[in-house]
């Protein structure tokens, strides 16, 4: 009897940190970014002779959709830039560029995520993009039912991937406007897998307002 009380309580235990797990309770909150935070990140060609300048550069003229990578390797990764790259077109009439930094630059592996994404990409060695604070989910991952769902959509769509750099940090998605416009869209990862939703992204890129060309610019 002791024993199978023993056996009971422990199910159970596991039972209720498996469904705790799998609700939101115990996910990192992620801290809003500001504009002036974004701003002032340090970014990096990948060139063999890097050049290193400033993020707003990407987005002060005409705006940008902007994916911040949680790995290159990652075959869930890899979905989510095919579905913001088959955004491009719609982007490209509205002429907003598509952009992504990573961060680290490991191997070959930013070679291979070149053909999932259609943008340049950049190197975020500080991993400001993935802040203010830095968000890990570590094993508890593989526990959560959504994360499974998203490992079975991926694979069903053909991704594959491998285990090259760091996976724990996770990633978003962005939407800045030229100039002092602000973010219109910020989307965290909560989980592995957990995409950006891509009408939202083409929402707020239409609402991106270009700076007006004065008239002598025009001459």
């Not at 500001?34 to 890097?50: A, H, S």
């Not at 509205?94 to 191997?107: R, S």
């Not at 995520?113 to 990409?121: A, L, N, R, S, V």
């Amino acid at each position: 009897m002791g024993m199978w009380s023993i056996g009971a309580g422990a199910l159970g235990a596991a039972a209720l940190a498996l469904l705790l797990a799998n609700t939101d309770v115990f996910l990192p909150k992620p801290q809003k970014a500001t504009l002036e935070y974004l701003e002032d990140i340090d970014l990096k060609t990948l060139e063999k002779e890097p050049v290193t300048f400033k993020a707003k550069t990407l987005w002060e003229n005409n705006g940008a959709v902007i994916m911040a990578v949680r790995r290159p390797g990652c075959f869930l990764c890899r979905e989510e830039a095919a579905d913001l790259s088959s955004l491009k077109p719609k982007l490209d009439e509205l002429g907003i560029p598509l952009y992504a930094v990573v961060k680290e630059h490991v191997k070959t592996e930013v070679k291979d995520f070149q053909p999932y994404f259609k943008g340049e990409i950049f190197l975020d060695e500080k991993k400001k993009f993935y802040g203010p604070e830095r968000r890990k989910m570590m094993f508890m991952g593989f526990v959560r039912l959504g994360v499974w769902y998203n490992f079975f959509r991926a694979r069903s769509g053909g991704f594959s991937g491998n285990l090259e750099g760091e996976g724990f940090i996770l990633g978003g998605v962005f939407v800045v406007g030229p100039g002092k416009q602000g973010i219109l869209l910020e989307h965290r990862e909560k989980e592995f897998g957990d995409k950006v939703n891509l009408v939202s992204v083409l929402e707020a890129a239409k609402k991106i307002i270009k700076p007006q060309t004065s008239a002598s610019e025009k001459k």
